[in-house]
């Protein structure tokens, strides 16, 4: 009987992480459209990149900056690269300095 309750206790456990974590994907996935259309300005982009919501801090910096118009692999190879920072870089592990140096390029890009 106890054995039982612990089965179920886990499974609970696993299905609330599950939600989570699609709760996140699709909050990511909504981001990267609404900044891909404009809806979501390369400012706003910079702020989230300098004060992230947890939702953010384990996402790629690469996938966000990507998703901004005109700036494809490339632009966002070379800015990454610039800020000393890896294409699989999280955006919760990105020191300060590379994220001014991040915002910097967008910053001139969106003039």
Known sequence: M???TMVEGAME???IA?????????YRAEL???VASGEVSVADVMELLRDPPDKLKTMKAYEL?????RVGPTKAT???RRAQASVSSRIGNLSRPSLEVICLQLQ????
């Open 13 to 15: 456990q696993r299905m």
């Open 108 to 111: 001139h890009w969106n003039r």
């Open 2 to 4: 106890e054995d039982q």
């Open 32 to 34: 990267k459209r609404n």
């Open 78 to 80: 070379k800015v990454l």
């Open 65 to 69: 900056i990507c998703a901004i118009p």
């Open 18 to 26: 599950l939600v989570k974590a699609n709760h996140v994907r699709m």
